[in-house]
């Protein structure tokens, strides 16, 4: 009977032993180089910022951390880090836990290595016109106002066929600087038929600046035009300015 008993004992001690081998094993691997990971995010954000689309936290995770998603948060301030310092993009959260790259330089673009610099430039000058009036009328703009507007480039967007410098404008207004978050559309659906409402996307937000665009439009105007006299668009920039010194100071 005690030969049985110690028998026993050792499976027990045994079996114990291998659990506690195995929690260390689980514990090595949740512990993986945060270095290692956030270099793999890193590469994931830059390369998906050269399509200006918004990744998704699942996809990080499934195209980078595989088992790890757990550490998420940490290895994501880690490549926060790298990318801010080495590169000048700032990591920025939109909602629905996706991400963007927010170029550092106070650029909209950062295209000097592209092959397709000048469309590119274009395209950012085109952004920047309809940011512009989006900012300069309310915030918001009705789709009428959106074609009126763009005619005085020249631009018709009712048009089907491919202008000879955006190529096809609907398009890429009304889907890709939608898809890029440079552009935000809503449905105004008091109107017959419906119609589109444009206001600044969340990137547009976070990476151009109100100021700067109404100090633009100044001298534009010329004749020593000043931004205040702007009531409406100076008391917008003075709040979100203030907000946004609220909450760099509320996290110090």
Same mark, same amino acid.
């Given at each position: 009977?005690?030969?049985?008993?110690?028998?026993?004992?050792?499976?027990?001690?045994?079996?114990?032993?291998?659990?506690?081998?195995?929690?260390?094993?689980?514990?090595?691997?949740?512990?993986?180089?945060?270095?290692?990971?956030?270099?793999?995010?890193?590469?994931?954000?830059?390369?998906?910022?050269?399509?200006?689309?918004?990744?998704?936290?699942?996809?990080?995770?499934?195209?980078?951390?595989?088992?790890?998603?757990?550490?998420?948060?940490?290895?994501?301030?880690?490549?926060?880090?790298?990318?801010?310092?080495?590169?000048?993009?700032?990591?920025?959260?939109?909602?629905?836990?996706?991400?963007?790259?927010?170029?550092?330089?106070?650029?909209?673009?950062?295209?000097?290595?592209?092959?397709?610099?000048?469309?590119?430039?274009?395209?950012?000058?085109?952004?920047?016109?309809?940011?512009?009036?989006?900012?300069?009328?309310?915030?918001?703009?009705?789709?009428?106002?959106?074609?009126?507007?763009?005619?005085?480039?020249?631009?018709?967007?009712?048009?089907?066929?491919?202008?000879?410098?955006?190529?096809?404008?609907?398009?890429?207004?009304?889907?890709?600087?939608?898809?890029?978050?440079?552009?935000?559309?809503? =449905?105004?659906?008091?109107?017959?038929?419906?119609?589109?409402?444009? !206001?600044?996307?969340? +990137?547009?937000?976070? /990476? $151009? &600046?109100?100021?700067?665009?109404?100090?633009?439009?100044?001298?534009?105007?010329? =004749?020593?035009?000043?931004?205040?006299?702007?009531?409406?668009?100076? !008391?917008?920039?003075? +709040?979100?300015?203030? /907000? $946004? &010194?609220?909450?760099?100071?509320?996290?110090?």
């Amino acid at each position: 009977m005690p030969r049985m008993h110690n028998v026993e004992s050792s499976d027990e001690e045994e079996e114990e032993n291998q659990s506690q081998s195995q929690s260390q094993k689980n514990t090595q691997l949740s512990q993986h180089p945060k270095t290692k990971l956030a270099g793999l995010v890193c590469n994931y954000l830059l390369v998906a910022e050269t399509k200006k689309i918004p990744v998704r936290r699942a996809e990080i995770v499934k195209a980078t951390m595989k088992d790890h998603g757990r550490h998420f948060t940490s290895v994501m301030e880690e490549a926060s880090n790298i990318l801010e310092k080495v590169y000048a993009y700032k990591v920025v959260e939109l909602e629905k836990n996706s991400y963007i790259l927010i170029n550092n330089i106070g650029t909209v673009h950062s295209d000097s290595e592209h092959a397709s610099k000048k469309s590119d430039d274009s395209r950012t000058g085109l952004l920047t016109f309809i940011l512009t009036g989006i900012f300069m009328t309310g915030e918001m703009m009705q789709e009428g106002s959106m074609r009126e507007y763009l005619r005085k480039l020249g631009i018709d967007l009712t048009s089907r066929d491919a202008h000879p410098v955006y190529g096809n404008v609907s398009k890429l207004i009304n889907q890709d600087f939608v898809k890029q978050r440079y552009l935000a559309i809503t =449905q105004d659906t008091t109107t017959d038929p419906p119609s589109r409402e444009y !206001r600044w996307g969340e +990137r547009a937000q976070h /990476e $151009l &600046s109100k100021r700067d665009l109404l100090e633009l439009v100044c001298k534009i105007y010329g =004749q020593n035009m000043r931004p205040e006299i702007w009531t409406s668009q100076w !008391r917008t920039i003075q +709040r979100e300015e203030e /907000e $946004l &010194s609220d909450t760099v100071h509320g996290h110090s």
